[in-house]
């Protein structure tokens, strides 16, 4: 078993066969094709979290007593292989004639009780990933699906879930763009920030813009941020691209002075920002080194991400303030925050999440609530901003019910910054630009 050992056969903690073996020998064993199975015994995090509690001989219990209750389970003929520090692979064979399922469901029952590791009762819950294995299929791309599909079943309620190429191909793409991401934060090229103007409704002027990042793919194309947004804040990567987009953005706002346009900016940062010391300091160099006043640039977090950030956030807020930084709640009426959380906040601006415009045509509980949030906010001394304002009738609405500002595709698109500031040169004959 040494030598077998030695070779990478037999796993040294189960004294199963190893992956290596499965990859050799599936193709003499299961000729007649059937159904690979896979089993987590816990996810990551659960199993970090023993190793760290008990140790390395604790985890490795776990695992063995995990693989006993399985082999268990499945009778002797059942020919198992430990794939993974987590997996263990079988493959059930067609003319076997037995019902998977039944047998999964046998699996997810036996792992009902918790598992004995040392002495120590550990309660765990199973991923169970089932893909066809046809005597053709690749053996190493067979348990990546079964994998993904282990990894699906701890979001479904039967225990376990068969290969979905659906949801293997949007992880698949999610964790390609997060690669790429980070290339394209060192890239040059890929990303780029548009511009879209706010209309003041008092002056009819525009003294704002929002900065919204663009990617551009080399292969993949244009990118929402809507899409990989959400990934970078699930990971450490929206701190270098909050970095980069604060960078470029304070860089144009400069260049723009320079040519003679005067305008705020308004910076889409997420909470997760805020907890990053260098955050802060990185925003006030900027300002700084580009010459800016504090005041012209807002900052913007969404009303969910506030909410769910709490205590910590509000502080970082009142830093802001501190520094003269104006503070707008994006997407506002969305996140379910009560308006006694919003009187806390020492925010300056609430934008209305442009969901509500949608209807504000027919809809009288929906136009009730554009109407009042106006009185709202005005009472708490904040300035409001409708967003997503798409046509004439729902300007004309909003000016009427009183809100400060609107922006939308009626005023204009987001733009490249050349051609924003072509835009404000055609708006300067209407009055709409302030120039210096
Ligand atoms: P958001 O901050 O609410 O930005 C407004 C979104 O609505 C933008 O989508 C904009 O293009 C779109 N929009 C503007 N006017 C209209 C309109 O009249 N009708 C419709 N249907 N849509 C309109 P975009 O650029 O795809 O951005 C989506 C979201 O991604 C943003 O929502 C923001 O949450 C996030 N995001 C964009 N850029 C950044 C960034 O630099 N940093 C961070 N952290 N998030 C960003
Ligand atoms: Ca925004
Ligand atoms: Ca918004």
Redesign the pocket.
Known sequence: MGLRAAFGEIDHVTGLPTRAQFVRHHAAHYHVGGELVLITLADARQFNEILRALGHDCADAFVRAGVARIAETLGPEMRLYHVSVLSIAFCVPRRRGVSVLRLMQEVILAFATPLNAQGIGIRTRIGIGLTDFPPTACPTESLRAALSAAQDSRRRSEGFARYDRQSDEAHRRAFRLLRDLEGALKAPGQLE??Y?PRLDLDSNRCHSA?????WTHPELGAV???EF?PLA?ATAL?AP??EW?VRAALRQCRLWMDDGLTLNLS????PHNLHEPGFLPHLQAQVAENRLQPGQIEI?F?EGALVSHEGHIRQRMLELRALDIPIAI??FGTGYSSLSYLMDLPATTV?LD?SFLRDLMGETRTQLLVRSVVEIAHNLGLRIVA????NQEQLVQLRDYGYDEV????IS??LRPELLRRWFAHRAGHALAREV
Not at 267 to 270: A, D, G, K, P
Not at 407 to 410: A, E, H, T, V, W
Request: charged share 30%; no cysteine.
């Open positions: 920030l548009h879209q929002e900065a919204l990042i663009r929402s941020p809507g947004i804040e929206i691209l909050t987009v910076i889409n940062v997420s913007e969404t994006d997407d934008k442009r967003e997503g304002v798409e922006q939308g595709y009626l698109r987001p």
